[in-house]
């Protein structure tokens, strides 16, 4: 759905790349497209000396297949480029739609810029439309979950539990009601958890696609 949407978005998105960059490479099929067109820029020459984050084993193979450097360091990387669930004015994001959040959370904050790609369909005026995911340790992950569900929401295992991040744990989607940022400090302090796919003043600049092209929505740091 709305694929020429993401498309959209990722081209706007790499015309912000250059050579001898080090880049953070998200994960999902909007972070696809960018790779994709980042692929052939590298495999063309037009761009050269890129080395990637990756923040999924995917998304290394991915960049590995068009002979983009990879490396696990963080040290330098200039600009993360990623997706996200939802996003609302204000630059805040849900994600790990596709389970990667801890690496994502971990290569986002350590980077310089956060560039989101996403489609129009990803803004809501209050984080609210997308289950929160949250990476739980699997070990006592029913009482975890419990615990999670006592600040007011609805959780389910990912799958039934046969979803497993690339670390080795469980996803938990967690409905609220509303997905206000402060749940973030409050979910993690729960013993068990891992990440929070609450990402709060981490984002620089959005990338909305359009049917047509993309509009950016520069984020102000507070
Ligand atoms: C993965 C993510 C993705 O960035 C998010 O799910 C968006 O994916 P897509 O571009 O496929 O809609 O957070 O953990």
Redesign the pocket.
Known sequence: MYEDE?RNSAMEALKYVHSNMKLGL??????KYFIDGLGELVKSGKITNITGVPT?LRTADLAQSYGIKIENNLEGIEIDF????EFDGNGNLI???????VR?KIVAYNSRDVYI??DHS?FSERLHSFPL?VEILPFMENVTKKNIEKLGCDATFRDGKKFKSDNGNYILDCRFNFTDVTLEDKIKMIPGVVEV?IFHKITTKIFIGENNGCKIMNVKKS
């Not at 998200?26 to 972070?31: H, M, R, V």
């Not at 990623?82 to 669930?85: I, K, M, T």
């Open positions: 993401k998200g994960t999902g099929s909007t972070t999924s990623d997706g996200a669930d994600k790990g739609g596709g389970g990667a959040l994502e790609m996403a990803k995911p796919g």
